[in-house]
């Protein structure tokens, strides 16, 4: 039985990869018995010839090659459609994440929370960046109806029971923490360090985060009577007016397609 699946979207990190995974091991291997899903957004190095490499060097680690670039969110999904794991543990891939603390994320799924997110200490993002995360959590806390004080990372643990009703979810456009928080309110949340980018740039650039944020309010649905509500209209008006249409080169019309599996 596994105990825990590890969920890294992988994008131009081949640099980074084999000492991600090294890392993870060694934090890990004496306390859990686990698997790492890869997921190769289509990365424009040699991401996924060094995933396949992994996978002959870790017996418990698997590769997933997308078709095209999907995007973060549309790729952590087609990791979570794969996984095994009681507890689900999603990652980046460049380093930021300690994994000594993905330990520290499952003791709080165990004590019974079915999420638990990460609070960042000492961020190593740039500035402009550590803003627009800023005025999305003000933005997302009034559309999803977040805890202001829960920071939405991309660091973080749910159960196997809010995995599989996430899953559940078939449409193109993705927000995975919008899928989580409507299913629970039984929220953890712990302070880990930020560290700073193993090697090479972020891939994050302010298009993909305009993007992400697009796609958190195309898909979020508008409920009647709430501030929220007048809110999510208006920012619907504007996404598919402008932001939309400026972020976005195509539509793919599926969630992802995978083209290859270790």
Same mark, same amino acid.
């Given at each position: 039985m596994i105990d825990i699946s590890i969920v890294?979207?992988?994008?131009?990190?081949?640099?980074?990869?084999?000492?991600?995974?090294k890392k993870i091991y060694q934090s890990i291997k004496d306390d859990? &018995?686990?698997?790492?899903? *890869?997921?190769?957004?289509?990365?424009?190095? &040699?991401?996924?010839?060094?995933?396949?490499?992994?996978?002959? $060097?870790? $017996? &418990? *680690?698997?590769?997933?090659?997308?078709?095209q670039n999907y995007g973060q969110h549309n790729a952590i999904?087609?990791?979570? &459609?794969?996984?095994?794991?009681?507890?689900?543990?999603?990652?980046?891939?460049d380093l930021q994440h300690p994994p000594e603390n993905i330990k520290d994320i499952v003791a709080k799924l165990k004590e019974g929370n079915e999420v638990c997110y990460v609070k960042y200490i000492n961020r190593k993002h740039a500035k402009w960046k550590i803003f627009v995360s800023w005025l999305n959590n003000i933005i997302s806390s009034l559309l999803i109806s977040k805890p202001i004080g829960v920071y939405t990372s991309s660091f973080k643990g749910i159960t196997k029971s809010i995995k599989n009703e996430i899953i559940k979810y078939k449409k193109p456009q993705v927000f995975i923490d919008w899928l989580i928080l409507r299913e629970t309110k039984k929220i953890s949340t712990i302070n880990v360090h930020h560290l700073k980018r193993y090697s090479?740039?972020?891939?994050?650039?302010?298009?993909?985060?305009?993007l992400l944020w697009s796609n958190m309010v195309i898909i979020i649905p508008v409920l009647p009577f709430r501030f929220s509500s007048i809110f999510l209209i208006i920012s619907k008006i504007i996404v598919k007016t402008f932001i939309y249409r400026l972020v976005r080169e195509k539509n793919p019309m599926e969630q992802y397609i995978i083209k290859e599996k270790t």
């Open positions: 890294i979207p992988v994008y131009n990190s081949s640099e980074i990869l084999s000492e991600l995974v859990f &018995n686990f698997e790492i899903i *890869l997921i190769n957004d289509k990365s424009a190095d &040699n991401s996924w010839d060094k995933i396949k490499e992994l996978t002959f $060097k870790y $017996k &418990n *680690l698997q590769g997933i090659n997308l078709e999904m087609a990791g979570l &459609n794969n996984v095994k794991g009681k507890y689900i543990v999603m990652m980046d891939d090479g740039k972020t891939n994050y650039s302010f298009k993909k985060l305009m």
